[in-house]
């Protein structure tokens, strides 16, 4: 039987290094958990969008259907051409190409969001879609807070215990060894008692080299932080700059350019109806309103999309719960 007996500073040490592991791992763990929650969100808002899109494609089609009726009824009434009832058809067949291409983002949408809640991704959704508020002071001061930073103390326990413990080298260890040997007949039994020490010599070449590397370790893991923390400083700039842009698209979209393309198609519908315009200029402003109107909800589809990358990267989610309508 045989136990070794480290110093006391080298099993403190030791014992420091494997709790500083445990919660390098925690953090990492909480790292991946708040990645699919970001992912999770971004995914259903995509679909959300894709289906409020969708929503607007089928409202198009019942107002085709009217225009057609309108543009029948003028033909037999003798104030237009044979050819305008082309039209009608002809942005028929358009609006259903934009219903084809948004029900292959619909299905890519659910897709996505299936990699991450599994089979329950089929099901429709419900509620609405979260919305964090952003504010730029706040996300600054959380910007230490950032879950790939918050990885870099524990890690940096575990290497102070590393330089706790290789600093203990200098300090002797001893183990004691106990053994009862059955022998021959012809021999009698025996019983051993050995105690062992270790000599901490020539710690030039023993222990202070082990020492200086764990000290360098410990030192680039400081510049590794701080370039994280640059880059992500440089990040949340660069983010919120682009949920700036965003949301003053967002508001320009809905509170100015599709108001215009609205009023532009009702324009151009009462001048055509009044025979002083042409159909080409209708069905165009007709098209642009559609357009218009996509626009409006893929816009504001994308800001979310970046609030949400925002708040999980720099908000507030200690406990990482639902707290916003819509977010569950």
């Known amino acids: 039987l045989m136990q070794e007996f480290p110093n006391g500073a080298k099993r403190d040490a030791r014992v420091a290094a494997a709790r500083g592991r445990v919660a390098a791992a925690e953090a990492q763990t909480r790292i991946t958990r708040l990645m699919v929650l970001r992912e999770t969100a971004v995914a259903w808002i995509a679909r959300d969008t894709v289906e409020r899109q969708l929503a607007g494609i089928d409202a198009l089609v019942e107002e085709n259907r009217v225009f057609e009726a309108g543009m029948r009824a003028r033909i037999a009434g003798g104030k237009g051409r044979a050819t305008e009832a082309v039209a009608p058809r002809q942005e028929a067949a358009m609006i259903e190409a934009r219903r084809d291409e948004l029900d292959a983002r619909r299905r890519q949408a659910i897709a996505a969001l299936e990699r991450w809640v599994g089979p329950r991704a089929q099901a429709p959704l419900a509620g609405s879609a979260p919305d964090w508020p952003i504010d730029r002071d706040t996300l600054s001061h959380a910007l230490h807070g950032h879950p790939e930073l918050t990885v870099f103390d524990p890690r940096a326990r575990v290497l102070d215990a590393e330089v706790a413990e290789a600093q203990a080298g200098k300090k002797p260890d001893w183990a004691l060894e106990m053994a009862y040997l059955k022998r021959g007949s012809q021999f009698s039994d025996m019983a051993m008692v050995n105690v062992t020490f270790d000599l901490p010599v020539f710690t030039a070449s023993r222990q202070d080299p082990q020492i200086a590397a764990r000290q360098a370790e410990r ?52 001048a055509w109806r009044g025979g002083k315009g042409e159909l080409a200029d209708l069905v165009m402003a007709r098209r642009e309103r559609i357009d218009a109107g996509l626009m409006a909800i893929a816009l504001e589809g994308e800001r979310r999309q970046m609030a949400a990358r925002l708040y999980y990267a720099y908000g507030d989610h200690a406990n990482s719960e639902p707290n916003l309508s819509g977010e569950k």
């Open 219 to 270: 030192t680039a893991l400081e510049a590794e932080r701080e370039a994280v923390l640059r880059e992500h400083t440089v990040m949340l700039e660069t983010d919120f700059a682009e949920y700036q842009r965003l949301a003053r698209a967002v508001t320009r979209q809905r509170d100015v350019l599709l108001p215009l393309a609205d009023e532009k198609a009702a324009l151009a519908l009462a």
